[in-house]
């Protein structure tokens, strides 16, 4: 005998429900896609622009003490000798700290596309900002475990701050336009990539392959940016002791994966991390005051540093403030504990920063930021309908429902039109050719033959390494190069009025250097020295290069 018929089974089983039709199936399986549909879309827009922006208006070279022009000479160094590069600044041996993997991959492309270095430094912070991208679907997509999260995250990410610090680490939309390429911004990409592994490391079945990824993935933040890797560690160690139904030996085994990476980064050829700490002639060292033993001592010019003003800061900060009430449910519900462990680790140095001399202390507030923009997405998923973690589900009638939807959208609508407004303005703003550093740039380098080395104050020749010339004096700290102070002496002696023919003779020669660039403000005495010592050569924006004769 045949199979009862359905008709025959509904009749005798009762009727069972048919469910919506087809058409409202598909229509909410759909629905279901739209949050990833629209982050894709936001986040090609956002790597489409801030690409435009590096190649075309090049708006951080501007801004002649940019970190810009440190990191485009590394990239031009990397580019010369992928293998073995020299000083990218100085007519030296001495390493630098900022021969990180990333740049190293960069560099080697632009050299098989023929590339300049300029170009170099926009592919670096178009490579930045999609890893970045990445990182954050990949985080909050498998941390929270809600497809509307990665969208969330990358909308307050990017759009959390109000007016941030023009500032390396913060890695504001309009910012990008500037610090893309910046070592700190990939590594803010590296550390979400990385937190997204040590989640399925510690959530998923125990695999050496992931466990290896993590160890290269931490190793690497830590030779792309030691400073902001410092929360990529501490953030990992964190989330491994507190994250919730893990093993003991599941939690032991990730925080020595990630402490390994302290040692795992002396196999990198080009420089060493420990010696940059411990050998470094010097480390930038900003602090609230003077430290209070100064004070004690009677020294009452203490001047506050911008970072411990409260109104700046809290500009900065923006719409994350509202993450501190998320970290405060955090710590009453005994949920993402390592969210609150991992901001309070980063404000411990700031805070210690305001009562002794720590290097860099005052730069560890922006990363207590990138916790409270995690507290953030979780305030907004909370207030979302339909988000459930097993202890919070939004309850209540239609019109609370709503009205919590149209709370979260309008937080989000107001970081997007904050952000994309000023980023749009900064994008299309009139800007001052005579600022724009890459025509004097290029200039110098057709002039100087290969091997010269231009002197001239720091401010004006920071930008010339990027074409390709060395220099005697850097205007930002390299702590491998281990006569940078002298350096910057003997400079500042060369250009002082009173210093005699002879003085100024004997830096020349020990420097071997080629040219000295000059402008307005240099005093009558050293171009009337260089009138009778070199030919004289007019650049753009007023200033004058002497080559000078052997």
């Known amino acids: 005998m045949g199979e009862p018929s359905q008709a025959a089974v509904g009749g005798a089983a009762g009727t069972v429900p ?21 982050f894709v879309l936001l986040g090609l827009g956002v790597v489409l622009w801030v690409g435009r922006s590096l190649f075309v208006t090049q708006l ?145 079945k125990a695999s050496p392959w992931w466990m290896t990824l993590l160890t290269l993935s931490t190793t690497n933040a830590v030779l792309t940016h030691p400073l902001t890797a410092t929360m990529t560690v501490t953030g990992v160690i964190c989330m491994a002791w507190f994250e919730a139904e893990v093993s003991w030996r599941r939690r032991w085994l990730v925080i020595g994966l990630a402490a390994a990476s302290s040692g795992l980064v002396e196999l990198w050829p080009y420089f060493s991390i420990w010696r940059t700490f411990l050998g470094g002639e010097d480390l930038d060292t900003s602090w609230i005051v003077d430290g209070l033993e100064d004070i004690a001592a009677g020294d009452l010019q203490a001047k506050q540093h911008l970072f411990y003003s409260l109104f700046p800061l809290l500009r900065t900060i923006g719409f994350a403030v509202i993450g501190i009430h998320a970290l405060s449910c955090f710590l009453y519900a005994g949920r993402h504990r390592f969210v609150v462990a991992g901001a309070a680790v980063m404000l411990l140095p700031f805070v210690a920063n305001s009562f002794m001399k720590l290097p860099l202390g005052h730069r560890f507030i922006l990363l207590v930021i990138p916790y409270l923009q995690i507290a953030t997405v979780w305030l907004l998923l909370r207030a979302t309908p339909g988000y459930s973690e097993g202890w919070w589900v939004l309850r209540g ?40 550093r890459v025509a004097l740039c290029r200039a110098v380098a057709t002039a100087v033959r290969p091997g010269g080395v231009v002197l001239g104050d720091p401010s004006t020749t920071w930008p010339l390494p ?57 005093p009558a005495s050293v171009r009337s020295f260089l009138g009778d010592r070199g030919a004289k050569r007019r650049l753009p924006s007023g200033y004058t290069l002497y080559t000078l004769k052997r």
């Open 18 to 38: 048919a469910g919506p039709p087809a058409p409202w199936r598909r229509l909410s399986a759909a629905l279901r896609w739209w949050p990833t549909v629209l």
């Open 60 to 204: 951080a070279t501007y801004n002649p003490r940019s970190d810009f022009w440190e990191h485009s000479g590394v990239l031009r160094a990397l580019m010369d000798n992928p293998l073995h590069p020299r000083n990218p600044h100085l007519d030296s041996d001495d390493a630098s700290s900022r021969y990180m993997p990333l740049f190293v991959g960069v560099a080697i492309v632009a050299r098989m596309l023929q590339l300049d270095a300029f170009q170099a430094m926009a592919l670096a912070g178009t490579i930045n900002v999609s890893l970045l991208v990445v990182g954050v679907y990949a985080f909050f997509l498998t941390y929270f475990r809600d497809p509307r999260a990665p969208l969330y995250g990358l909308i307050v990410v990017l759009g959390s701050w109000y007016r941030g610090f023009k500032f390396s680490n913060v890695y504001q939309l309009v910012m990008l336009f500037e610090i893309a390429g910046y070592p700190s911004t990939a590594c803010i990409a590296f550390s979400f990539i990385t937190f997204a592994i040590a989640v399925r490391v510690l959530r998923g």
């Open 397 to 436: 009638g239609l019109w609370r429902k709503v009205l919590s939807s149209l709370c979260v959208a309008g937080m989000l609508g107001a970081m997007v039109y904050v952000n994309v407004s000023l980023a749009w303005r900064a994008d299309h703003r009139k800007r001052d050719e005579r600022r724009n």
């Open 466 to 522: 990027t074409c390709g010339v060395k220099v005697v004096a850097l205007l930002h700290q390299n702590p491998l190069a281990q006569d940078q102070r002298e350096r910057g002496r003997r400079v500042r002696e060369f250009l002082r009025s009173g210093t005699s023919s002879r003085r100024r003779r004997a830096i020349l020669a020990q420097y071997r250097v080629s040219h000295v660039i000059t402008h307005a403000k240099t």
